[in-house]
């Protein structure tokens, strides 16, 4: 499962910045749009338009890398231990 990790690049760019960001001002600010903003904070989004993933990547100064993760479905789990 691909996961977001907006809400972690937003408290970054608020400590480089000495300044908060809502979700508002990341719509306003980067130009992405509001239902992709959410959603991925949220982390519900289904779709993500690369127009809006390039908005958001440029904003934050990332690499879609920074800004997506593949995270295992189900933990890994020890067979050896009971």
Known sequence: MIRSRLRLLIAQKAMRDRRSYSVRAVIRESGASRPTVEGLYR???????????DKLCRWFECTPNDLLWLADEEPVRDEGRK
């Open 43 to 53: 982390e519900t989004l289904k779709r993500l338009p690369l127009a809006d993933l």
